[in-house]
């Protein structure tokens, strides 16, 4: 845990900066979050998950985005993210 920098850092000249492996469940969890709104904040290659909730249905969905354009939070100057295209869901087992 980190209380203010990044938590895991994983760096190499010629190889893969991490690897995360599980045999039977996933290798990597991101937690979500229910924030109104994209973080201002970003470096390119970010990965952010966010479940909204629709008003009508009280249903959440969740959207996996990319961040592709950094950007420091300041007026201006905000991180664009794209949204994740996925296929249909698969069912696991």
């Known amino acids: 845990m980190s209380g203010g920098g990044t938590g895991v850092h994983g760096q190499s000249g010629t190889g893969r900066g991490g690897v ?33 909730t629709d008003p009508t249905t009280g249903e959440t969905a969740p959207t996996l985005y990319l961040c592709v354009s950094p950007g ?10 794209a949204p994740v295209q996925l296929g249909p869901a698969e069912v696991g087992g």
């Open 20 to 52: 995360f492996e599980s045999e039977r469940i996933a290798q990597v969890r991101l937690v979500p979050t229910v924030i109104p709104a994209l973080p201002a904040l970003g470096e390119l290659g970010d990965l952010f998950l966010l479940v909204s």
């Open 72 to 81: 420091d939070g300041t007026p201006g100057n905000a991180a664009q993210w």
